[in-house]
């Protein structure tokens, strides 16, 4: 009998990591084609321009709040793979789940605002995130619960 405990939640956070991988790339492909083909103009000729100054503020504010969100979103995201142990695995899965969701919100905020180019690089910037601490997934940082002893990897 080994004297190694199982992991506890280890297959729940692999699969958040997945939906999580899985956001950030739909997110990249669906804002990608958002803005490299944009919709054609039905009824120019008839737009008289004063509803264009008004919305500009907002989707200034839109862009701004949509930036925000998914900085916070990807960050959480890394922390909870890279910032925390494997015996955290509760915790992790739980800052992971909330992470996808900020940043899906603040994808959809973002594409909603003007510069649409922001979205695609802050998806394409949580892909990288995620992709690159795959490694880290299973085990977390390498460092005990007990006082200053740390374990290697």
């Known amino acids: ?8 939640l280890a297959g729940v956070l692999r699969f958040l990591y997945l939906i999580a991988i899985l956001t950030a790339t739909l997110s990249l492909i669906l804002t990608g084609v958002f803005i490299l083909y944009e919709a054609p103009d039905e009824g120019t000729e008839f737009v008289s321009g004063f509803g264009e100054e008004e919305e500009a503020p907002q989707s200034d504010y839109a862009r701004n709040v949509g930036l925000i ?11 909870s793979i890279l910032a925390l142990g494997a015996r955290a695995n509760a915790l992790r899965s739980g800052l992971l789940l909330a992470g996808i969701g900020v940043f899906a919100g603040g994808v959809g905020a973002a ?5 649409n180019w ?10 990288v995130v995620l992709a690159a601490s795959f490694p880290m997934l299973e085990n977390g940082m390498p460092v005990a619960l007990e006082r200053g002893s740390t374990v290697a990897p």
């Open 1 to 8: 009998m080994s004297s190694e405990r199982p992991v506890p």
């Open 111 to 115: 594409s909603a605002g003007a510069n």
């Open 69 to 79: 969100l998914t900085l916070v979103g990807t960050t959480a995201m890394a922390t």
């Open 118 to 127: 922001l979205a695609i690089l802050m998806s394409g910037l949580a892909f």
